[in-house]
């Protein structure tokens, strides 16, 4: 059997032998009614998040009239429980460390984020700007947190992405964060039996 095997593979090597597989004579096996067994469950595969992320570790300093923002890099993170992926910071980069790199996003002359009104986070999308040497577009929003909003920055030179999240009011100005949400709620009940606190 090996002998016969290992004849077909050189013969497929040199050319000399049809590397289709050879036809299947009709036997009763062969013909046999198929019998519905239930599929093996497959284990569960970890998928990769799509679209060629890359993380890069400085701040973007984006600047606002007279206000600088700044935008935190993000990783993507798989809950191991749930399956759900996740945008969040490194440890280190998850507060504007004065001490790190920051790079400034310089807008695009047509494209810009300054000539956009904004206010709603969707508005950002499609507009240009420069990283360092590298052109960037806001190309999708990743996540929309209760405190950040998380774009995509897409190269079309370079092909990649990368994953930045900004403060939520910088694109969204009428946002309110949910803690002080529940501060205005607690401001508007009136007080309960006579007391001063609600």
């Known amino acids: 059997m090996e002998t016969k095997l290992l004849k077909r593979i050189m013969g497929i090597v040199r050319g000399s032998v049809d590397p289709s597989p050879p036809p299947i004579a009709p036997s009763p096996e062969n013909l046999a009614a198929p019998v519905n067994r239930p599929l093996p469950n497959p284990s569960p595969r970890v998928t990769a998040v799509p679209g060629n992320f890359y993380s890069f570790e400085f701040f973007i300093e984006l600047k606002s009239g007279d206000v600088v923002h700044v935008g935190y890099p993000k990783i993507c993170v798989r809950d191991q429980t749930t399956g759900a ?18 790079v400034a996003w310089v807008d695009h002359e047509d494209r810009s984020l300054q000539s956009r009104t904004l ?80």
């Open 85 to 102: 992926v996740r945008w969040g910071s490194k440890i280190e980069w998850a507060w504007p460390d004065p001490a790190k790199r920051r």
């Open 119 to 198: 206010a709603m986070p969707e508005d950002a999308l499609g507009a240009e700007g420069m990283i360092g040497d590298t052109h960037f577009r806001f190309e999708k929003i990743l996540d929309l947190g209760k405190n950040q909003i998380v774009y995509a920055l897409y190269c079309a030179e370079k092909k990649i992405r990368l994953a930045y999240g900004f403060d939520r009011h910088v694109f969204e100005p009428t946002y309110v964060y949910p803690s002080q949400a529940a501060v205005r709620t607690n401001a508007a009940r009136p007080p309960r039996d006579g007391a001063n606190n609600p």
